[in-house]
Each structure stands twice: as structure tokens, then as C-alpha cells.
């Protein structure tokens, strides 16, 4: 199969079963009926096989190119079947389990991540962690075969709905900094636990406080050896920052046609839509470049940095052109496009800020892509 | 051309374009075989030359044989090309009857020509006229950039010697091409800029450390590459999709991101980059004339903008 036969079938297929596939909600709906319906296409999509092509087989996968995974996404984005950020979070912890999971686990774990069947989050910030994840204290002690964890974690997403966590901990000593974290893979349901929601500015209880309390996890779910965790997350943050972001470009596009259908005759200024549109494609050029290199086998690295601050460049353009073309909207409209149109701008806001900051990556740039030495 | 192919090519034209400039530099590229890698691979020739030729600061006839051979003027090498004015982008001549009106610029190559072609629309029709070079009046632009050697032509009407004669080509081919061209260029002329701006940092100490240590210095510097790369990204879909309006974003993204470059590398050099004693002020000036030509980031935009509101519909994304 080459992406061209991979799209093709797949259009097919989300053409012929687009009643079954069809959200049952209008608008944005809410966060509990978003994670159904990203459930119900995940599993009808692996379950036609789309949704395992581009995944290794020995995690229940059909092999092939990892493009089919980045079309997937894109497809169903495109057709507003799924909420496209919280849809894409398999693209961030389904790599890192395959690269670091002890086999068994990986094999028995990621395709009921792929099925919709499970839900998982990401431990990895913390009240006193933020920008400088080398200083996280959630604790981890080993004692026999397991490891007990007593902390906290932060802006952890979907905590409430997940079965599993990815999760850095402090193993070392305080002073160990990365050399002395530990990635863990625990069950979300284990005694200790307790999960606090956080409402965002958009409406959402997308994200919450994570308490642990003396939470027992089996030392086989370590990802990675004792204290490597700090590569655990290496791998892992180049996901988040490009391919995880490239179904939004899709996004952002059909947010921009439908803008460009509803905008009051006069009210976009030709200059800045062109400009808008122009950030948008060379958003959307950057991170095609980045699949191909994915699917070539390239290992990603610092320059994805690029492709997250042009992510929330064009995303902040695109929502700014909305609320300058559409101020009523925006600001007063209590219908379900209006609402949605106003959520939209306000998550868009977080786009600078989730993943690394944009001074993050504008610092991972300077260190090393252009080589300017330390700045401490 | 494959990888160790390229790999030559791209040393003998780096050579050539650090060390030779005007018309040293065109008989350097046919030496090297410029022309005849053209047509083997377009992509790959269009995109080292500009590149490294905004990168040295050089100039070549390059840009006059892409638009010659986009539209089959007649492109022999004693024939000059007329380029359209300062953020213009129509064909340069009017024809009517024996009569060209003609406004634009020449480049140093084709000043020296004993005639030039210009690309003139007649009625509907797309022609070419060819003028003796002396009728134009050229006068050598001064302006922000001597060392581009460009020529204006201050609009007139000349008399045509021979009827003008048809032409196959598209002129929205040559837009297209020297758009990119062009556009690459810009790319050039900024990682240039990136360069001295970067090594100056370095080398610079304040407050006992380079000023590179300084956040407020590297973030310039690094929104400067994400600058680059953004231009990049988007002549790479330019180039994919083989589409006239990609090539025009990529001309108008290139030239506004050159503007942020130069803006922010500007900065960073700060008092030595503000003299003639450092190299700077000749790449940001060479990027506001780059800009100009073939339509500015500006002019490009706002016309692609105002197309959208009519047609309200975006042109399709790139596929994967």
C-alpha cells in the first residue's frame, strides 16, 4: 500500500460510513462527548484496519509508512469528526511506548490506545516544574520489585479519562537533576491516586492536578532503565512539537474557508487575510516536510522547535483574523457557531504556550540549532 | 542529479559565486554548465544558484535567462531581457501598431547588449519586441543598491525596427520562475545576514560574557532562522506542487521574512552593522531590492488577499 491507495480507500471508507461516523452532537459539544466520539472513530477506523497501518505490527499494527498514520489524522480532522488536539495525543505517547516499553507491555498496551479502547495522559509537569523539566520532584522510591510515587503533576490532559499515565519521576536525589528521573507507565485507577480538573479559559476541563500518594507501580512498568527517564522525554517532546501538530494545519484551513464564508462583506482586510493565509501554508509546508522525514526514518530532534513556534504563529494569526472579522461573534454571539468561533479563539491562545513555550523552543533554537553556546 | 552529482555542483557554484560577480560570474556558469544542468534538473539548479548567489552577494544574467526561456523570447546571449519595474509584475511593454511603450528595469548583462526583448502585451496577445538596447535611454540605477548593476528605463515609447513577434511561452511561467528564483535568493541573503549577525554575537563581549549569552540577543537570532526556514518551507511546496499562486506566496514570504531578518540581524550587529565598515548594509539593502522585484511581499499579498475575498474559497493545502 503507498499513500496514494491509502487515501484513496480511506476516503472510501469514511464516505461510505459517514452516518456511523457522524458526531452526535452539534458545535464544539462537551469534553465527555468529544472523548466518545474520538473513541467510537478510533475504534471503527482500526477495527476497518485504517487506523493500524503506519504502526508497527508487533504492537498490533499493520507496518508500512508512518504518512498513513499523519493522513488518518488529517482526514478525520478535515470532515470535523474529532476534536483534533485531543485526537492527536496518540501520536505523542504511542511512539514513546514502542521506543521504550519492554516488549510484552508494548504489545499488550498500544493497540487499546490506537482502539479508542483506553485513554492515556502525560505525567510530566509539575506545580514547581514548568519550562525547566530537569527540576520535577514528584518522587519515586524502589522498594523490591516495585516503585512507590508520592508527588504531584500539572496541566496533565484528559487525566480524568485516562486508564494509563506516562510519568517522570524524581528517583535521584533532589540535586540530581535529569540525570536522576525515572519514566513510569501506571495504571490511572491504582489507590493513591486523586485527580483534581482544572477548568480552562475556554470552557474545558481539559487538563487537571494529578495528587500521588504513595502509588504502587510494578517495576516492569519502567519505560526505559532506572533514571532514563530524561531521554524518555528527549523522544518524546519532537512528537508533541511537530507530527502530533500536523493534522491542525487541516485545521486551521477549514476554520479559514468557513471564515471566509461567513465574513460580512468589507470586513477582512485583503492584506492581512493573504498574509494569515500565506503563515498557514508555509506552517502546513514546514510540517509535511517533517512527516517525510519521519516516514524516511530520520530521527526528529531540536528542529521541531521551528515547527511549534510556526504552529502558534499560525494559529494565533488565523483566531486574531476571526476576532478582527467577527468582533460580534466573538464577543457577544451566544449561538452555537458564535461559541464555537469564540472557544476556538480563546484555545488558540494556549498554542504559545503547550508543549514548550515559544521562548522554550526560541531557547532550543539558539542552543542548538544555531550553536550559541549556553545562556547561564 | 543524485547526491554526489550535487554535492560537485554545489562546490564548483559556491566557488564561483563567492569569488566572481556580473558578467565574470556568467562566464564562470558556462564553464561549469549551468544552463545545460537546467534543464536536467530545474529544481535543483534554480535553487543552489540564487541561494548562493544571495548568500555572496553576487549577481548573474540567471535571472534574464528564466524569464527568456519561460516565455521563448528569443534568448540569445546578446540579447538582453526588460524586467518589470519595481513591484510590477505585468508584462513590461504595450504594443501598439509600431509603437512599444516600455517602462522597467535591465540588468547589468542586458545594459550590455546590443539589443533587448521586451515582453509586451498586444491586444489579448502576449509578444516580443526587440528594441536596440540604446533606443531605452537606460540610465544605471543608483538607488539603495549599486552593486545589483541594474538599469532603468525610464517609461517611454520607442519605435519598433520589425514586427513584434508572437510568443508561446506564459508570462505567468515567468512570473512563477523568477518569483522563485528570486525568492530563494531572499533565502540567501538572509542566512547571510544570520551568519554575521550570529558570528558577531559570538565574538562580542559585554558585561564580562559574548553578547550571545544574552536571551534577548538569541532570541533574535533564533526568530531569524525560524524566519529562514518558513521561507524555505514554503518554496519547498512552491517547487512541489509546480503552481504559479504557491510560487507567489513563496516570493511574498521570502521577501516579508527577509525584512525580519534584516530587522533583527540589524540589531544584533548593532553600531557596526549600522556602517559601511562591516559587510551588513549590502544584503539589507540587496533584500529590500530582491523584494521589489517581480511584485513585493506587500503588493503580491494583498492582491492574493483580494482574490480570496472575491472568490471566497483557499486554494487547496499542499498534500501530504
Request: charged share 20%; with cysteine; proline share 5%.
Amino acid at each position: 500500500m503507498d499513500i496514494d491507495e491509502y487515501r484513496a480507500a480511506f476516503d472510501a471508507w469514511l464516505d461510505d460510513n459517514r452516518e456511523q461516523l457522524a458526531p452526535a452532537y452539534e458545535g464544539k459539544g462537551t469534553l465527555d462527548e468529544q472523548m466518545a466520539q474520538i473513541a467510537k472513530v478510533k475504534r471503527l477506523a482500526f477495527d476497518a484496519d485504517f487506523g493500524r497501518w503506519g504502526w508497527p505490527e508487533r504492537v498490533g499494527g499493520l507496518g508500512g509508512s508512518t504518512l498513513f498514520r499523519a493522513y488518518l489524522q488529517e482526514a478525520v480532522t478535515a470532515r470535523d469528526l474529532v476534536e483534533p488536539g485531543l485526537f492527536s495525543m496518540q501520536e505523542v505517547l504511542a511512539p514513546t511506548m514502542i521506543d521504550f516499553a519492554a516488549p510484552e507491555l508494548a504489545a499488550t498496551m498500544v493497540a487499546r490506545l490506537l482502539r479508542g479502547d483506553e485513554t492515556w495522559c502525560q505525567g510530566f509537569s509539575e506545580p514547581g516544574t514548568g519550562s525547566n523539566l530537569g527540576s520535577l520532584s514528584c518522587r519515586s522510591v524502589r522498594d523490591g520489585d516495585t516503585w512507590r510515587v508520592t508527588g504531584q503533576k500539572v496541566w496533565t490532559s484528559l487525566a480524568q479519562y485516562a486508564q494509563r499515565c506516562v510519568l517522570l519521576t524524581r528517583s535521584g536525589t533532589p540535586e540530581s537533576a535529569h540525570r536522576g528521573i525515572t519514566a513510569l507507565f501506571l495504571d490511572m485507577d491504582s489507590p493513591g491516586i486523586t485527580v483534581r480538573p482544572i477548568e480552562t479559559m475556554h470552557g474545558s476541563l481539559e487538563f487537571s492536578e494529578v495528587f500521588f500518594d504513595d502509588v504502587v507501580v510494578p517495576a516492569e512498568r519502567m519505560l526505559g532503565a532506572e533514571g532514563q527517564g530524561w531521554s524518555v522525554a528527549m523522544d518524546l517532546l519532537p512528537y508533541e512539537r511537530s507530527t502530533a501538530l500536523w493534522q491542525r494545519a487541516a485545521f486551521l484551513h477549514s476554520r479559514l474557508q468557513r471564515l471566509l464564508e461567513v465574513a460580512p462583506p468589507g470586513s477582512l482586510d485583503p492584506l492581512k487575510l493573504g498574509e494569515v493565509t500565506q503563515t498557514l501554508y508555509a506552517f502546513r509546508a514546514r510540517s509535511r516536510g517533517t512527516q517525510h522525514r519521519m516516514a524516511s526514518g530520520a530521527p526528529l530532534g531540536s528542529e521541531t522547535s521551528i515547527d511549534k513556534v510556526l504552529l502558534a504563529t499560525a494559529e494565533q494569526a488565523v483566531f486574531d483574523l476571526v476576532a478582527d472579522t467577527l468582533p460580534a461573534e466573538v464577543t457577544v454571539g451566544d449561538d452555537v457557531e458564535s461559541h464555537l468561533w469564540r472557544t476556538e479563539y480563546l484555545y488558540s491562545r494556549a498554542a504559545s504556550i503547550y508543549g514548550g513555550s515559544s521562548e522554550i523552543q526560541r531557547n532550543i533554537i539558539a542552543r542548538r540549532l544555531l550553536d550559541l553556546g549556553s545562556d547561564r | 542529479m543524485d547526491g554526489e552529482e550535487l554535492e560537485l555542483f554545489e562546490r564548483s557554484l559556491r566557488h564561483a559565486t563567492a569569488s566572481a560577480t556580473g558578467a565574470e560570474l556568467d562566464a564562470a556558469l558556462v564553464e561549469l554548465g549551468w544552463h545545460d544542468a537546467l534543464e536536467v534538473d530545474r529544481r535543483a539548479s534554480v535553487a543552489l544558484l540564487f541561494g548562493l548567489q544571495g548568500e555572496a552577494g553576487s549577481t548573474s544574467a540567471a535571472l534574464d535567462h528564466l524569464v527568456a526561456t519561460a516565455t521563448g523570447l528569443a534568448a540569445a546571449a546578446s540579447t538582453g531581457v526588460v524586467l518589470p519595474a519595481i513591484d510590477r509584475w505585468d508584462p513590461p511593454g504595450v504594443v501598439h501598431g509600431r509603437t512599444l511603450q516600455v517602462a522597467g528595469l535591465v540588468s547589468s548583462a542586458g545594459a550590455e547588449c546590443p539589443e533587448v526583448v521586451v515582453a509586451a502585451t498586444a491586444g489579448d496577445a502576449l509578444v516580443a519586441a526587440t528594441v536596440p538596447t540604446e533606443s531605452l535611454g537606460l540610465r544605471p540605477v543608483h538607488g539603495v543598491d549599486p552593486w545589483l548593476g541594474l538599469h532603468q528605463i525610464p517609461a517611454r515609447e520607442v519605435a519598433l525596427p520589425a514586427e513584434p513577434t508572437p510568443v508561446e511561452g506564459s508570462w505567468t511561467d515567468a512570473v512563477a520562475a523568477a518569483r522563485l528564483a528570486l525568492a530563494q535568493q531572499l533565502v540567501g541573503t538572509s542566512r547571510t545576514m544570520l551568519r554575521l549577525a550570529r558570528e558577531h554575537a559570538l565574538d562580542r563581549v559585554q558585561f564580562g560574557q559574548p553578547i550571545a549569552g544574552f536571551q534577548a540577543v538569541r532570541h533574535r537570532l533564533a526568530e531569524t532562522l525560524v524566519a529562514i526556514e518558513t521561507a524555505e518551507a514554503m518554496i519547498d511546496a512552491a517547487w512541489l506542487d509546480g503552481d504559479p499562486g504557491t510560487a507567489a506566496m513563496a516570493k511574498a514570504v521570502a521577501g516579508r521574512e527577509a525584512r525580519v531578518a534584516a530587522k533583527h540581524c540589524q540589531q544584533v550587529l548593532a553600531g557596526i552593522g549600522f556602517t559601511t565598515e562591516h559587510d551588513l548594509h549590502r544584503f539589507v539593502r540587496r533584500a529590500l531590492v530582491l523584494n521589489g522585484l517581480f511584485g513585493s511581499a506587500k503588493s503580491i499579498t494583498s492582491a492574493f488577499g483580494a482574490e480570496l475575498v472575491e472568490s471566497r474559497q483557499l486554494p487547496p493545502l499542499l498534500p501530504l
